[in-house]
C-alpha cells in the first residue's frame, strides 16, 4: 500500500508511472505491503486461479521471496530504474533522497524479482 499521495501519468520510462503528489523527504517509508488490502498468493494458489486472474497478476503483480504479490493501489505502476529514488529495507520503500513534487517514483526491480528484471531488461535491449 503506498503511504504517501501519489498520481499516475504518463511515463518517460514506460507506459503509465507514478508520480508523487507531495514533497516526500529522504528516508520517508513510501510503502508496504498491507494484508487484507495487498494479497500475496504461493505458487499453489496462484496455479489454481483462472488463466484470466493468472494473465492479471502477471501483468500486475510480482514476485518477491517465491510469493506473487498483487497490490491493491496503483503500485503496480512503479516503473523500473536502475538508479531508482526507493530501496527496499525491512518491508518498506523508502525514498532514498527527496522525491520532489511531480516527480516519477521509481523502484529497481532487481531488489525483488530478478526474473521480472531480466525479462524487463531483454525486452528493453531489442531494437
Keep these: 500500500m503506498l503511504l504517501v499521495k501519489t498520481y499516475l501519468d504518463k511515463s518517460r520510462i514506460h507506459g503509465l508511472g507514478v508520480f508523487a503528489g507531495q514533497f516526500i523527504r529522504k528516508d520517508t517509508k513510501i510503502w508496504r505491503f498491507v494484508d487484507g488490502f495487498d494479497r500475496f498468493y504461493s505458487p499453489r494458489q496462484f496455479a489454481r486461479l483462472p488463466k484470466q486472474a493468472r494473465d492479471y497478476i502477471k501483468f500486475h503483480g510480482y514476485r518477491v521471496d517465491g510469493e506473487i504479490i498483487l497490490t491493491g493501489d496503483h503500485d503496480c505502476h512503479m516503473n523500473h530504474s536502475d538508479d531508482a529514488n526507493t ?38 535491449k531489442r531494437p
Excluded at 513534487?101 to 523502484?107: A, L
Excluded at 532487481?110 to 525486452?123: I, K, N, T, V
Design 87 to 124: 530501496y527496499l529495507h525491512n518491508g518498506y520503500a523508502i525514498a532514498r533522497g527527496n522525491i520532489r513534487k511531480g516527480e516519477e517514483i521509481t523502484n529497481d526491480y532487481r531488489e525483488f524479482d530478478p526474473g521480472l528484471c531480466a525479462a524487463f531488461l531483454g525486452r528493453k
